[in-house]
C-alpha cells in the first residue's frame, strides 16, 4: 500500500509562514507528479501547487503564486509546500496528492491516484 501523511499545518498569522510536509510510505511507485490541493468549507477542492518529478518543473494556482513554493527531496521521499505571506483566504484542509501514471493537467484532482487525509491551515488575521 502507498500511504501518504501530511504534516506541519496548524494555526498561522496574516503575513506569516508555514510550511507543509508530505511524506511517502509503503511499496514502492514510479512517481510522476506530486502536488498541493486545499478544500475550504462550502468550497470544491482547489489546486494550490505541484511538481514534475523528473524535471522539477513547478506549477501553481493563481490565487498563491509568489507566494508558496513546493519542492521535493527524494532521498526522504517528501515533498513540501512553503507558505508564505499567509492570508485568510489561504484557510482550508491541505491535501497532498501523487500521480503514478503520466499527467498532462496536474491542476485537475481527478488525474491523481494516492491521497493524503488532510492537514487543516488556519490563518488569522
Known amino acids: 500500500q502507498v500511504q501518504l501523511v501530511e504534516s506541519g499545518g496548524g494555526l498561522g498569522q496574516a503575513g506569516g509562514s508555514l510550511r507543509l510536509s508530505c511524506a511517502a510510505s509503503g511499496r514502492p511507485f514510479s512517481t510522476y507528479a506530486m502536488g498541493w490541493f486545499r478544500q475550504a468549507p462550502g468550497k470544491e477542492r482547489e489546486f494550490v501547487a505541484a511538481?514534475?518529478?523528473?524535471?522539477?518543473?513547478?506549477y501553481y494556482g493563481d490565487s498563491v503564486k509568489g507566494r508558496f513554493t513546493i519542492s521535493r527531496d527524494n532521498a526522504k521521499n517528501t515533498v513540501y509546500l512553503q507558505m508564505n505571506s499567509l492570508k485568510p483566504e489561504d484557510t482550508a484542509v491541505y491535501y497532498c496528492?501523487?500521480?503514478?501514471?503520466?499527467?498532462?493537467?496536474?491542476?485537475?484532482?481527478?488525474?491523481?491516484?494516492?491521497w493524503g487525509q488532510g492537514t487543516q491551515v488556519t490563518v488569522s488575521s
Open positions: 511538481i514534475r518529478w523528473s524535471s522539477g518543473n513547478t
Open positions: 496528492a501523487a500521480a503514478n501514471h503520466i499527467i498532462i493537467r496536474l491542476t485537475v484532482a481527478a488525474g491523481y491516484d494516492y
